[in-house]
């Protein structure tokens, strides 16, 4: 991910987002970590407003693609799965 200049991916966005408000409810908006969150959400929601609905269903398989490469049920498969489904929700409303 290459966000300052500004070349992440949708799923790469979603991924840092989610990462980041979880990181912030672990540490209880600790150290920065809530203004992370909503840097990370805006960037997503900049990516999200601007994206054709070719580039949501990209994003989605995208994600889909890390999902299936995690062990299923481990910590890892759940966060990738989390950002599968929010971008399948994203290409779904985009009809």
Same mark, same amino acid.
């Given at each position: 991910?290459?966000?300052?200049? &500004?070349? /992440?991916s949708?799923?790469? +966005? /979603? *991924? /840092?987002?989610?990462? %980041?408000?979880?990181? /912030?409810?672990?540490?209880?908006? =600790?150290?920065?970590?809530? #203004? *992370? %969150?909503?840097?990370?959400?805006?960037? !997503?929601?900049?990516?999200? &407003?601007?994206?054709?609905?070719?580039? @949501?269903?990209? %994003?989605?398989?995208? =994600? @889909?693609?890390?999902?299936?490469?995690?062990?299923? &049920?481990?910590? #890892?498969?759940?966060?990738? *799965?989390?950002? $599968?489904?929010l +971008? *399948?929700?994203? !290409? @779904?409303? $985009?009809?």
């Amino acid at each position: 991910m290459d966000d300052a200049n &500004g070349n /992440a991916s949708i799923d790469e +966005l /979603a *991924r /840092a987002w989610l990462a %980041a408000e979880r990181d /912030a409810v672990n540490r209880s908006n =600790a150290g920065g970590t809530e #203004a *992370r %969150a909503r840097d990370a959400s805006a960037a !997503y929601e900049t990516a999200i &407003g601007s994206a054709s609905r070719e580039d @949501l269903l990209v %994003a989605w398989h995208a =994600a @889909l693609k890390v999902q299936e490469a995690c062990e299923m &049920g481990s910590a #890892a498969w759940a966060d990738a *799965r989390a950002v $599968s489904e929010l +971008l *399948r929700v994203e !290409y @779904l409303a $985009s009809a």
